[in-house]
């Protein structure tokens, strides 16, 4: 095997901005991707970085939202990922949302195009040797069987698993306008971002009580049913009580129907998937239901008699390694130290949180093999925060996935004013200190990355 080369495993978020990052630093990659020989369970199409669960890399706000801080910051670092998702977005309010296809495209094509990537589309089914050099594992949540039998050989009991749903996507022309409206919540944004559709108190209520009745997919014996906080079934979050909903994805605030005089109990909206905008997804209804019940209990929403789906929603279990117990502070596996690991089998939840972790691994990868000594990022910026997250053992007993929130960046609780006294910080004004501050100890970090 070459030395100065690394071995990636997988071409997701994480694997291909691993791959982009390597190859812009003059490191040779060989990227292994089983698509399209073979699929995993919600994977469909053949290109890279392919989008599963949602066409939203959520909040753009990098003013006021951790999320739309680590945009940013992925953008001064020069983030594949980013470049493709700017280039590809669709409206979506203040959220950055692309097309879903498009998006993947433009990775493949860059990737493809790039002299010192090659492909190799193959399943690997063990833990490289040493002889083969450094080697990122970035195989996803649904990694495969055989590759996540080989991983526990080395890791024990290293490993717990949870299971993520999908969201059904709507034909646009199926929706009945009659009922439904375009508004963007508190009017943020255009207008056509999001489609609403109206239920009154009568019709929330007997939803609601579909939802849990309905019939949905079964589990093996041996498996255990977990899910991530931050992406729960509709159904299962209509069984914590019959209100939780209308404070979740069915909450109507910021929201007034024109098609009737009175205020909707609850709405049910649809954001844009594709840049045509022919297609809709159900925001917030990810789930496990069975397809002929999806069908029939989504119907009854006003505006979605009639609806045509592009895709039903589904379910697929998700893999992850115990990362704070496992991982070195750059991200190396303890045990094989010219293994690291990236994206959804560390822990990481959410898009652009794997693609950050896929960045660091290529950088810290291109570190060791031109003899540099890597500069971790601060811990005050999204950057940091995420990678400390993966990798302090201080988490591993209660180790569970993590989107990039504040609550894991230092305190932040107040400042001082032109007068010297400490004014307590809380709101907006908090949340504009912390991006305030990543956004200023980012810098000095990227230039010393070059």
Known sequence: MEKNTVHIIGAGLAGSEAAWQLASRGIKVILHEMKPQKYSPAHKKPGCAELVCSNSLRSDDC??????????EMRLAGSLIMQCADASKVPAGGALAVDRDAFSALVTEKLKSHPLIEFVHEEVTALPPADWGEVI???????????????????GNGSLSFYDA??????????DFSKAWYQSRYDKGDKFDYINCPLDKEQYYRFVEELKTAEQVSFHEWEKASFFEGCLPIEVMAARGEDTLLYGPMKPVGLTNPNAASKPYAVVQLRQDNKEDTLRNMVGFQTKLKYGEQQRIFRTIPGLE???????????????????ELLDGFLCLKTLPHIRFAGQITGSEGYIENACTGYLAGYFAACRLQGKEPVLPPRTTAFGAMLAHLT??????????????????????????????????????????????ALVDIIPWLEAIK
């Open 306 to 324: 009639n609806a045509e789906f592009a895709r039903l929603g589904g379910i697929h279990k998700n893999t992850f390694i115990k990362s704070p």
């Open 63 to 72: 003013e006021h939202n951790a999320v739309g801080l680590m945009h940013q």
């Open 166 to 175: 999908i969201a059904p996507v709507i034909y646009k022309e199926s929706i």
């Open 392 to 437: 302090d053992d201080t988490n591993s007993e209660d180790y569970q996935p993590m989107n990039i929130n504040f609550g894991i960046f230092p305190t932040i609780s107040g400042e001082m004013t032109a007068n010297g006294k400490f004014r307590k910080l809380k709101g907006l004004d908090r949340k504009k200190a912390y991006t305030r501050r």
């Open 137 to 155: 594992v970035a195989s996803g949540p649904l990694t495969s069987d055989s590759l996540i039998a080989d991983i526990l050989k080395h890791i």
